[in-house]
Nanobody
Framework: QVQLVESGGGSVQAGGSLTLSCAAS????????MGWFRQAPGKEREGVAT????????YYADSVKGRFTISQDNAKNTLYLQMNSPKPEDTAMYYC?????????????????WGQGTQVTVSS
């Protein structure tokens, strides 16, 4: 059973920083594509960043390139999203996601496993 547990959300001022964490089982972490999606009220769901942890291949949405970094701690089976210089438009519910690597790890593919979400609010 795939379980994803997010933490680290909260309120942050624009220009600050915030780190989200996602704890997963060892099998999920080492064998699956993992990533972060977000959804703001009234907006479509957006793939923020994805990674194939086995190869460290990453994808970033244009809206966060250069500001957000997806990373992994193999010893802790934990995925991170480092959010630097967040903007008010980054305000959303952020979800940790996972899928099998077959077909790739692109965000437009179907991601079968979702965490419960953690809210991020960026104030100006």
């Amino acid at each position: 059973q795939v379980q994803l547990v997010e933490s680290g959300g909260g309120s942050v001022q624009a220009g600050g920083s915030l780190t989200l964490s996602c704890a997963a089982s060892e099998y999920t972490y080492s064998s699956y594509c993992m990533g972060w999606f977000r959804q703001a009220p009234g907006k479509e769901r957006e793939g923020v960043a994805t990674i194939y942890t086995r190869h460290s291949f990453t994808y970033y949405a244009d809206s966060v390139k250069g500001r957000f970094t997806i990373s992994q701690d193999n010893a802790k089976n934990t995925l991170y999203l480092q959010m630097n210089s967040p903007k008010p438009e980054d305000t959303a519910m952020y979800y940790c996601v996972a899928k099998t690597p077959y077909g790739g790890c692109a965000p437009e593919l179907e991601w079968s496993h979702w965490g419960q979400g953690t809210q991020v609010t960026v104030s100006s």
